[in-house]
């Protein structure tokens, strides 16, 4: 499973993307740092309101995205604003399909208010695990981003979710978590499980450049996993994400891989 999809694959001049995860806050609560995010990542995957985010939120953002070049992904999740999107839910699919189109116009209206657009979508959270394996939940999502346009899918290589999005036409794009422990199939470990997420600052870089590089990491049961991505996310709700995130970046280009946005 790791080995699916298009990577930087290790390649004089290969081209990576880091993204992270953007505007995840609510009224007076604010989880993210986004301007600082906004300074070195190159696609922003922006909560719609279902997991985190508001209108107020989702505006800023996407006028600070446009901005500085940054290119805006609809981050859409179950409808869970009390568990952050984290907690996996039993929705028809005719009903998940629409609240993902739902999200992604939603974040549509303000993207093009800032003069650009919502150029790909990722899920969030439970979602986005859902959709590795439960091929209804995937098919659902990926109706609804035809619903809403039919953009490119940002998800994990060889998950339902992109076998879906493959089925329908769309554009997918393959993305790895350099803050994040791995299985020995290249799935992410459940965060409720010991060392699912990496904390160490010098690990996530090393494994950022890794990965990148076509060298892969090491699963928790200390089997080497190649992950094939064009994209690396580091999450921003993670103590210190921006700065993480700048490390990580000046890791990649000290390496020689070109970060630029995949869209």
């Known amino acids: 499973m790791a080995d699916a999809g298009t990577g930087a694959g290790g390649e004089a001049g290969a081209v990576i993307d880091l993204n992270a995860d953007l505007g995840e806050g609510f009224g007076r609560w604010q989880l993210t740092d986004d301007e600082a995010l906004l300074s070195v990542v190159t696609s922003a995957n922006v909560a719609c309101g279902f997991h985190a985010g508001d209108p107020a939120t989702m505006r800023r953002v996407c006028e600070r995205a446009a901005a500085g070049g940054v290119r805006i992904g609809a981050q859409v999740s179950y409808r869970d604003l009390a568990g952050f999107g984290r907690r996996s839910m039993d929705v028809p699919p005719a009903e998940l399909a629409a609240e993902v189109a739902y999200q992604i116009g939603a974040l549509e209206v303000f993207a093009r208010a800032a003069g650009a657009a919502v150029a790909y979508v990722k899920p969030h959270g439970a979602l986005y695990n859902r959709a590795v394996h439960d091929a209804e939940q ?110 990580v970046r000046q890791a990649l280009e000290a390496a020689g891989l070109r970060v630029a946005a995949f869209v």
Do not use: K, M, N, W
């Not at 999005?165 to 992410?188: M, P």
């Not at 699963?219 to 700048?246: E, F």
């Open 138 to 247: 995937a098919a659902a999502v990926v109706e609804g981003v035809v619903l809403a346009g039919r953009l490119p899918v940002l998800g994990l290589p060889g998950s339902q979710l992109l076998a879906a999005a493959t089925d329908a036409g769309l554009r997918t794009v393959t993305e790895a978590f350099a803050d994040r422990a791995y299985t020995s199939q290249g799935t992410l470990v459940p965060r409720r499980e010991p060392g699912a997420v990496i904390g160490e600052p010098g690990a996530v870089v090393g494994r950022a450049v890794r990965i990148a590089s076509g060298d892969g990491v090491t699963s928790v049961d200390g089997r080497p996993v190649r992950i094939a991505a064009r994209s690396l996310c580091v999450h921003g709700d993670t103590p210190g994400a921006a700065q993480l995130a700048a490390r």
